[in-house]
Structure formats: C-alpha cells, structure tokens
T-cell receptor, first 114, second 112 residues
Framework: DAKTTQPTSMDCAEGRAANLPCNHS???????VYWYRQIHSQGPQYIIH???NNETNEMASLIITEDRKSSTLILPHATLRDTAVYYC???????????????FGRGTQLTVWP | DAGITQSPRHKVTETGTPVTLRCHQT?????MYWYRQDPGHGLRLIHY???????DKGEVSDGYSVSRSKTEDFLLTLESATSSQTSVYFC???????????FGNGTRLTVT
C-alpha cells in the first residue's frame, strides 16, 4: 500500500514552475513525506523530504499542508531535463514493519515542453 | 551515482538457472536494499539489509535470497529463475534508517 495518491500525468512549459500535488490523508505523526524522480532507464533520484515544515533545497521546494494530509513539490523553473516520473512517498521510522523502507506508488509523469 | 555500482547491467538467462546480482557501494552506508520495478507495479522492495549479516524480507521476497558478508556488497540471488522474475532490479543504500535512499542505475534481467 503506497499510502499516497498522485495524478497520473502533468505538463509544464519550460521556465515555468511545476507544481506536483500529492495526497497522503492517512499519514501518521511519525511519517515523513519523500519525493523522488525517475528518468527513463535510470534509478530513482532523491529530491527532498519533510515532516511538517516546508523545505527547500537546490532542486525543489516542498510545501506540506498544516494537517499533513497533502503536499506539493515545486520545481521553480522547470527545464526539459526535469521530464521524469515523480514519486511521492511516506516513510516511517518505527522499528518493526517499516524500518525506514520506502514504498513507491505509480507516480506522476511530468512532461516539460519547450 | 552516490557510489553505487550494480553488476551486471544486463543479463539474459534461462528458466531454472541460478542468477546472482551484485550491488557494490563505496559510501560505507549501513543500509542496503533490493527493489524490482515492473510496469503497473512501480518499485517493490524485495529484501533489505541493516548491517553485515543482518537482512530482512520486503514485500516480494519469495524466490529471492540475499547475503551481505561485507559492508560494501549486497548480493541478490535467484536460486532458480522464473519468467516472472524478468524485471529491472535496483539496489539502494542509506546511511542509516532515517537518511534518504540513493539508488543505483539498475540491472535489467530477462528470464527466457
């Protein structure tokens, strides 16, 4: 059970911001939200993660709603090289069933067009 | 990427033969993972390791075994390959159980 819901596909014009939504309404208090992306035939690439505060790094920003039931990944200036499948994942750290493992869903195919 | 090497990158084998895939890391990370990726299923965890000789099953472990005799190497073995094990296999590592996972570039396995 991936525990997240994402749109199957999205488009974005090059140079514009890409906003990728994710619903995780059953997230529990100790679970983080992670984002990865995968370019065809390559391994998934880590982008960013957060618990409840908004996060920003050199690749993207992560906005998590106050109730933590949804989040948005923002690529501020999308380029053609950002075309990929983007995965939103929740990850827990309790000992036992998860131990930090990631469960991937089907992700969102983002296509950036010129 | 991230000091992870998977070998071989491509392999074709026949049903019933044993196959071993290797994941080698140069990061000295404690955790290592094996995933498989199939159309319509995304990535699914097969096995993972949280230290030398410490391993545990993932969600699709049947038909697979793993070994970790050194920190840097995590082997995935298909004792008797089946056509349903045709897939792309990804290895991942993480420094500890709370750090992000970083993935290798995969092994494409075809079982005929």
């Amino acid at each position: 059970d991936a525990k997240t819901t994402q749109p199957t596909s999205m488009d974005c014009a090059e140079g514009r911001a890409a906003n990728l939504p994710c619903n995780h309404s059953t997230i529990s208090g100790n679970e983080y939200v992670y984002w990865y992306r995968q370019i065809h035939s390559q391994g998934p690439q880590y982008i960013i993660h957060g618990l409840k505060n908004n996060e920003t790094n050199e690749m993207a920003s992560l906005i998590i709603t106050e109730d933590r039931k949804s989040s948005t990944l923002i690529l501020p200036h999308a380029t053609l090289r950002d075309t990929a499948v983007y995965y939103c994942i929740v990850r827990g750290y309790d000992r036992g069933s998860t131990l930090g493992r990631l469960y991937f869903g089907r992700g969102t195919q983002l296509t950036v067009w010129p | 990427d991230a000091g992870i090497t998977q070998s071989p990158r491509h392999k074709v084998t026949e049903t019933g033969t044993p196959v071993t895939l290797r994941c080698h890391q140069t990061e000295n990370h404690r955790y290592m993972y094996w995933y498989r990726q199939d159309p319509g299923h995304g990535l699914r965890l097969i096995h993972y390791s949280y230290g030398v000789k410490d391993t545990d099953k993932g969600e699709v472990s049947d038909g697979y075994s793993v070994s970790r005799s050194k920190t840097e190497d995590f082997l995935l073995t298909l004792e008797s390959a089946t056509s349903s094990q045709t897939s792309v296999y990804f290895c991942a590592i993480s420094r500890d159980r709370v750090s992000p996972l970083h993935f290798g570039n995969g092994t494409r396995l075809t079982v005929t």
